[in-house]
């Protein structure tokens, strides 16, 4: 048996610090990420009005291109024309008693399938407008898990940096007790000192940079106050197999759809090369016989230079390069997916080692130092190299919760059909 000394006391009470968690009482102000999801407005609620400027300016585009579509569906309007003839001449013509009045109303036919290449073509594009808003709110969601999920690891930071901040407070105050009784030289002191110091400029650093996530985060809901997140990561679970759903993903349809409209609009440019003809019938009123006469007539362009060659030349380029577009978003997008799943397994493999081992065993190593410091066999230096190795695992552990949340989040907005 073995006694411990008055001076190894506040040791000690460092020791039950260092192995104490933190509180578990949660502030009521703090945001969960399905609070995140919901206040950016890409949670799945339904008749839920939507605020988010993000996606107001989407979804109205959206409303446009609807509101194109059946624009495109109406016939061109006719057109009324009234004429007066030989009036205010001279001789004969002076005055108003030869006056011809013609007034007529003409209608323009569309020839070539003209308005149902215009309709499709302006359904096609409210067809693209349509996916482009659903791609925005589902890279808006992801963006929502990519900055709580940094915000997150902010606080847990921040959480790592105060527990070292009490340990050095605690060590600095047993190195100088230490130092007084001749168990530690002056210079154990002078380190101590300078640890705590770094210790403090690094919370300060760490408070700054969780502040910074969380407002990046609150602007994603335009708040006007950055909200409170746990330092306990989420847990966010990537779908089991993309691979087979490359066709299927939103990413690869808003490419498949820009194909689709661009294929539209060449058919839309190469029905404008038949001309349109114009009918026209009137009655024609003669001031001076006091006779009225019927007139018909036809007019009809003659395409011998425009015939609409330039723009069926650009919507065929513009195909071209949308097809192409389209090959290269299935590609990137089996490359992302790999390259996401990596990510995460790699992350998930290196939290599985450094939560059940490499933790474990640095808690275990600073415990033995303890024991060895508390029995004279190690000096206050080994007992801080200890503890900046657990913190050192912990900031690792840290960082690949991190990356395996951001990779599950881009393998959740690949995965958006």
């Not at 260092?18 to 919901?38: F, H, W, Y």
């Not at 901040?165 to 007790?177: C, H, K, M, P, Y």
């Not at 808003?254 to 009655?283: F, K, M, N, W, Y």
């Not at 799943?341 to 080692?353: C, D, N, P, S, W």
């Amino acid at each position: 048996m073995f006694a411990i000394s008055w001076r190894a006391a506040p040791f000690w009470g460092l020791i039950l610090a260092l192995s104490s968690g933190p509180a578990s009482a949660q502030d009521p102000r703090i945001v969960t990420l399905d609070d995140a999801l919901e206040l950016s407005g890409v949670a799945e609620q339904a008749d839920t009005p939507v605020t988010n400027p993000r996606l107001v300016g989407p979804r109205a585009e959206t409303d446009a291109a609807a509101a194109l579509v059946d624009q495109a569906r109406l016939s061109p309007n006719p057109e009324v024309s009234f004429e007066v003839e030989n009036v205010a001449g001279s001789g004969a013509f002076s005055g108003l008693e030869s006056t011809e009045y013609t007034l007529s109303v003409g209608q323009r036919l569309e020839l070539g399938g003209k308005r149902s290449a215009r309709v499709g073509a302006a359904q096609a594009q409210a067809d693209l407008a349509s996916l482009r808003a659903d791609l925005t709110a589902v890279e808006l969601g992801r963006l929502v898990r990519e900055r709580y999920l940094l915000a997150v690891a902010a606080a847990a930071r921040v959480e790592l940096a105060r527990d070292v901040v009490a340990r050095n407070e605690e060590l600095a105050r047993i190195a100088g007790v230490l130092v007084e009784v001749g168990r530690e030289p002056p210079l154990r002191a002078l380190r101590a000192d300078a640890a705590l110091a770094e210790a403090r400029a690094h919370l300060v650093e760490a408070e700054a940079e969780s502040l910074a996530a969380r407002t990046a985060l609150a602007s994603l809901w335009a708040a006007s106050e950055a909200p409170l997140v746990p330092a306990d990561f989420p847990n966010i679970v990537p779908p089991p197999s993309l691979m087979s759903q490359a066709t299927e993903s939103l990413t690869y349809q808003v490419a498949r759809a820009e194909s689709t409209a661009a294929a539209a609009e060449i058919e839309r440019q190469r029905s404008l090369r038949i001309p349109d003809p114009t009918v026209s019938a009137g009655v024609r009123r003669f001031e001076e016989s006091g006779d009225n006469a019927f007139l018909v007539g036809v007019s009809i362009p003659l395409p011998f230079r425009d015939r609409n060659q330039g723009n069926i030349a650009a919507a065929e380029a513009r195909l071209r390069a949308a097809n192409a577009r389209e090959a290269v978003a299935l590609a990137d997008y089996e490359q992302s997916v790999a390259a996401a799943r990596a990510r995460y397994l790699g992350a998930e493999a290196r939290v599985e080692t450094l939560s059940q081992t490499s933790l474990p065993q640095a808690e275990e190593a600073l415990r033995l130092v303890r024991i060895g410091y508390r029995n004279g066999r190690f000096p206050l230096i080994e007992v801080l190299a200890a503890a900046e190795a657990r913190d050192t695992i912990r900031e690792a552990l840290i960082a690949a919760r991190e990356e395996r949340g951001q990779a599950a989040a881009e393998l959740i907005g690949l995965a958006a059909q």
